[in-house]
């Protein structure tokens, strides 16, 4: 059976070549060599996002998006500059794209931006595989549970035997509980829906509430304003994941604009580097 039917057509490509990556099919989360594996020594996040919160900033990991497949265009800056201009507006972490095809990543940009900068870096990527978890060091990796469904336990596993930390991206109750069950911690709900690619930041709202407390919850996608960042903090959201708005124009001033939301309320509220 198609079990990618209902996605959007994008979506489907990217997971087939994701599969293609991990050369799963899909079946089974093929094993790296133990020798070959990755063993990383991860910057925490948790302490970025409290140094953040500590120094009045809102914990933002800011994210290197090159392009994908609802931006128009690929910004061709070195990534590296992007990622010190992202720091410098106060971004706890950041976000690495790895994903080929459709985002303009590679793993190559990820290992220079990790050099670079001392925050955390999660590595944006869509792993269906264990094999991909070795593809290169990262503080932290994203597992997806709409794509890796009841592999997600296996995944985890793998990924912490890296000594990756996880974050584990869900859209709705159903996902929440199973990553929940699975054991994660660390738990993204993202506001962009797969099947249609609609971005409605009522999806965190309707699903923060049934978030574990002790979890780490972080707002993916869509937040595009310090008054969309005010909104998702308000619903519970320890941290924000934002790529299209900071990407799109001043790098350092979009940042800052998201990570000062909750100090600079005078500042008007559209687009963060316009309106700034
Ligand atoms: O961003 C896309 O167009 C996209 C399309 C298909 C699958 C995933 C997609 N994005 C992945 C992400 O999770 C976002 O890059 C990330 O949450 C940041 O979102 P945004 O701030 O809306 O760029």
């Keep these: 059976m198609d079990d990618t039917a209902e996605l959007d057509p994008a979506v489907r490509s990217i997971l087939a070549a994701a599969r293609d990556r991990a050369g799963t099919g899909g079946r089974e989360t093929d094993e790296t060599a133990a020798s070959d594996r990755s063993s990383v020594d991860p910057r925490d996040l948790r302490a970025a996002f409290e140094r953040a919160e500590a120094d009045g900033r809102v914990p933002v990991i800011a994210e290197v998006k090159p392009t994908s497949p609802t931006t128009e265009g690929t910004r061709e800056d070195d990534p590296v500059e992007l990622a010190e201009s992202m720091v410098a507006g106060g971004a706890a972490a950041l976000s690495v794209l790895t994903e080929p095809e459709h985002f303009g990543g590679s793993t ?144 350092e001033a979009n940042t800052r604009a998201l990570t000062r939301a909750e100090t600079d309320t005078h500042s008007t509220d559209d687009a963060p580097e316009t309106r700034i």
Excluded at 159 to 165: L, T
Excluded at 221 to 244: E, Q
């Design 108 to 251: 190559e940009t990820l290992e220079r931006v990790r050099e670079a900068v001392d925050v955390p870096v999660l590595r944006k990527d869509f792993i269906v595989g264990a094999s991909q978890l070795d593809a290169v060091e990262s503080d932290v990796v994203l597992l997806i549970a709409r794509f890796v469904g009841d592999d997600l336990p296996e995944l985890l596993a793998a990924a912490r035997d890296r000594e990756f930390q996880v974050l584990v991206e869900v859209h709705d109750r159903e996902e929440l509980a199973a990553a929940v069950d699975a054991g994660a911690t660390l738990i993204g709900v993202n506001n962009r829906d797969l099947a249609e690619l609609e971005v409605d930041l009522g999806t965190f709202e309707s699903v923060a509430p049934a978030v574990p407390d002790d979890a780490t919850l972080i707002a993916e996608s869509g937040i595009a304003t310090p008054a969309d960042a005010r909104r998702m903090r308000a619903a519970g959201a320890d941290a924000l994941l934002v790529g299209s708005a900071i990407m799109d124009g001043d790098v």
